[in-house]
């Protein structure tokens, strides 16, 4: 299998490798960080829903649609990115997801580790440590191939991710921020800023490369060639057009952000015949954790208390369920 150690590139670059290695149904590993930030939506996104695109673009910030899933994510040099991508008969993919991510975060871990990082996965996709996670991951299948793509965090800049998100007020932004802050960690974090510092870029690639080499098998490094070079110059066309970048998807009529590995940010709002009605909540592994309720006509006195007292602890949908019910009642 191939290894790209690109390093430092473009931003555009920084995706359009491993897209462009997969269109061709070519198998290797790339290393890169994008030299500037940018936001980096999943297939399944609508940036619109998900992005502040105003401030994106008074900010100078990038927005690239990937053909993988995931979640809408800050990304900048301060991280190195690690992508791999297998033909779809590879002995490596699996129909069991689990076993696969299992497979194919085992370097990123084990590169955390041998930096004295305790890290971990936490099922399904992230790696954590403790409870925080500290790296991120999106898969999918581009072409006759499979993409598994993540990071190993150097640092992470919670602000301006929260800046970038698309809130529904500045309430909102500010606690998904402070959630970013307690539950995220970098290298930075986990080993002091001094220690972060020294660690060198080229010797974070030389332990990626041989820790995946672990899992993958040999790895020959190779630079882009033209094939290579022509098909990125070709996706990006359309990778980098409006048209697939903006491309709308089904607004929701809700809110829900991920913080970390089955930690979500809600917000309902539901108008109704006696006021609108808007609440945030913060659901852990399906249950309810958090609970306020920002506005309300005067009629569901008590409600903050009786989520507090009776739902607490229980199953968010409970919850959610109570709000919708309770908008249809004041609104008949």
Known sequence: MHLYRLGRVSWQDSQLAYHALAHLGREGLVLCSPERPYLSVGYF??????????????????????????????????????????????????LNRRKFYARL????????????VPARIAPINDVA?????????????????????????????????????????????????????????SLRRELGARCEAELDDEALYDRLAARFAEALGPLEERPLDA?????????????????WTYFPRRPRTQRKVKVRAGMFLHYWSQDTSRGRIRAQFTSLDGKLVEFSL???????????NRVLRELMGGDVRLLQKYLGDMAITLTN
Not at 105 to 116: E, K, Q, T
Not at 146 to 169: E, H, I, T
């Open 45 to 94: 996104q609508d940036p619109a829903q998900e992005l502040d695109l105003a401030h994106c673009q008074a900010a100078g910030l990038p927005v690239f649609r990937r053909e993988v899933g995931g979640g809408a994510v800050y990304l900048d040099r301060h991280q190195i990115f690690w992508q791999v991508v297998l033909r779809r008969e590879n002995r490596l993919v699996s």
């Open 105 to 116: 975060l085992a370097p990123a871990v084990a590169v955390y580790r041998d930096l004295g």
């Open 129 to 185: 440590v403790g409870e925080r996670r500290i790296a991120g991951t999106g898969a999918g299948e581009i072409g006759q191939c499979v993409a598994f793509v993540g990071n190993l965090m150097r640092r992470f800049d919670c602000a301006a991710m929260a800046r970038a998100l698309r809130a529904p007020d500045e309430a909102f932004r500010r606690s998904f921020q402070a959630h970013m802050e307690r539950q995220l960690t």
């Open 227 to 243: 094939e290579l070079r022509r098909a990125m110059e070709r996706l990006g066309r359309r990778l980098l057009s409006p048209a």
């Open 294 to 304: 920002r506005e309300g006509p005067e009629e569901p006195k008590g409600l903050e």
